[in-house]
């Protein structure tokens, strides 16, 4: 017998082995199951199954992947504040490159930019921290998403009516497939369109659909999750750091990294006015040596500038008016003095492009430290008020948005056309550089003078359906002429320069 007096105690429950792993950063919330989210991502899988596989990127995979973020975004009625729908929107543009341009590199970046600006949108992320574990929030959903994605498919409310559902898919798409192939059978016109539309199911792509069916859909899937319990991510943002207890500790370092700064600008005012006399006399070095040099030094500068800011935020006492003032001044004197560090390098950069070449690296690495400037821009803005919660956040958008506006230029036409100018003014140009750019050059490359058009390798683009239709090919293949005769007339000159960096 049980003796009344002793109490019972319950057996302690176990705790779930992935709330164990990912603690109180990504705790399971009582989420209510949404059968209908995991039928649409299997649809967006399948979709992307049926047209991505066979075909070049194109007009499809922009469909399919702005599909897969439409699904997402109507997981969570939290999804539709200004902030996220202009996330959103600028996501979507950002995977417009799929379909306008044939180079893959600038489509890449530009796609890892919209996971980025997506990913930090359905978690929330503030802090720089916050943005970076982000990025991982959606794969690492794959399996802090399965206990709801099991209950989605077992517990369900409604979920009898899964098998009318599928017996409803299934004998729709047989007698679709009957009809049409009747149909196709019996016309040549509706067959070709049939041919259109329906994806080649050979057994060699039968393999490939099936591991894009899944890999697409629990893509989609996994986003949905994130959509419906985002990771606090904020919560592994560092801790407020502890101000140094006297003020040279911080004053005495920042104020020599800006006096080395000041020594820099006036060395370049002193050779802006000296001229090429005092630069040879006091260096030996010619103007055109001078200002190529460098460029890569300054840009890990102003980097390592935006570190020593952040580090003395953290560490400078902002408790005495004084003290704030101070702050400012300081920091505002070191960031006005590396913006004419990034006006240098970006000049550097130019006049190298212009005695060198233009090359799609050398395009990049402008965009990147002319933003890098704007970022410096962002922390004086947030100097004014010592506040920058904000600042991450806005670099990352304003670092996508000029991803956006280089996609914009169409910088594999743009380095052609820039290349083409400069070699009829200096008669140098490596052909050889230019015939490995993608189709986006086409246009300008066959506009050359016909003693020039020997000198590339321009080759006209296969077909595409309107499926895989992308404005870059569909632009090459009316410029390239389908006879490449008149293009490989020989060439009157080559003239190769510098490298490719």
Not at 195 to 221: E, K, N
Not at 455 to 479: T, Y
């Amino acid at each position: 017998m049980t003796n009344p007096a002793v109490p019972t105690i319950a057996p302690a429950t176990p705790r779930p082995t992935l709330d164990a792993v990912f603690g109180s950063v990504w705790p399971e919330r009582a989420l209510p199951t949404r059968p209908r989210l995991v039928v649409a991502s299997a649809v967006v899988g399948l979709l992307a199954a049926v047209v991505t596989p066979g075909r070049d990127r194109g007009m499809g995979t922009f469909v399919v992947l702005a599909t897969l973020c439409g699904v997402v975004a109507v997981a969570d009625p939290r999804l539709r504040t200004p902030y996220h729908l202009a996330a959103g929107g600028l996501s979507l543009l950002l995977m417009a490159p799929l379909f306008l341009l044939d180079a893959d590199w600038i489509v890449v970046l530009c796609l890892l930019a919209a996971f980025a600006v997506g990913s930090s949108a359905l978690t929330d992320a503030r802090s720089l921290t916050g943005l970076a574990a982000s990025a991982a929030a959606v794969p690492l959903a794959a399996l802090r998403g399965l206990p709801w994605l099991g209950s989605s498919f077992t517990t369900a409310p409604g979920s009898r009516t899964w098998a009318p559902v599928v017996r409803t898919v299934v004998l729709s798409l047989l007698a679709v497939a009957v009809f049409g192939a009747l149909f196709a059978s019996a016309d040549a016109v509706f067959a070709r369109w049939a041919d259109a539309l329906v994806p080649d199911l050979t057994l060699g792509s039968l393999g490939v659909r099936a591991f894009v069916w899944p890999g697409i859909g629990g893509l989609t899937l996994a986003g949905v999750y994130v959509a419906l319990n985002p990771p606090r991510v904020d919560r592994l943002a560092l801790p407020q750091g502890t101000p140094v207890a006297r003020r040279f500790e911080w004053l005495v370092p920042v104020s020599l990294v800006a006096a080395v700064f000041a020594v820099f600008v006036t060395a370049q005012l002193t050779v802006m006015f000296g001229g090429h006399d005092y630069l040879r006399r006091t260096t030996g070095l010619t103007y055109a040596d001078y200002v190529h040099q460098g460029f890569g030094q300054l840009t890990v500068a102003t980097v390592l500038t935006l570190g020593v800011v952040a580090l003395t935020v953290r560490k400078a006492p902002r408790t005495q008016a004084r003290d704030r003032l101070l702050l400012r001044a300081v920091l505002g004197a070191l960031c006005l003095l590396t913006l004419v560090v990034v006006a240098s390098a970006l000049y550097r950069m130019h006049l190298y492009e212009e005695a060198y070449g233009f090359t799609r690296l050398r395009l990049l690495v402008s965009f990147f430290e002319g933003w890098l400037g704007l970022v410096v821009v962002l922390v004086m803005a947030a100097g004014l008020r010592l506040a920058g919660s904000w600042v991450p956040r806005a670099t990352l958008l304003t670092g996508a948005t000029a991803l956006l506006a280089l996609s914009a230029l169409n910088p594999d036409a743009y380095v052609a056309e820039r290349n083409v100018a400069r070699y009829a003014a200096t008669e140098q140009v490596d052909w050889y550089y230019l015939s490995g750019l993608s189709a986006d050059a086409a246009p300008v490359l066959t506009a050359l003078p016909s003693d020039l058009r020997g000198c590339v390798a321009v080759a006209r683009p296969a077909d595409d359906d309107w499926l895989g239709w992308n404005l870059g090919r569909f632009r090459a293949r009316v410029a390239v002429p389908a006879d490449p005769g008149r293009m490989s007339e020989p060439c009157a000159a080559v003239s190769t320069t510098g490298g490719h960096g």
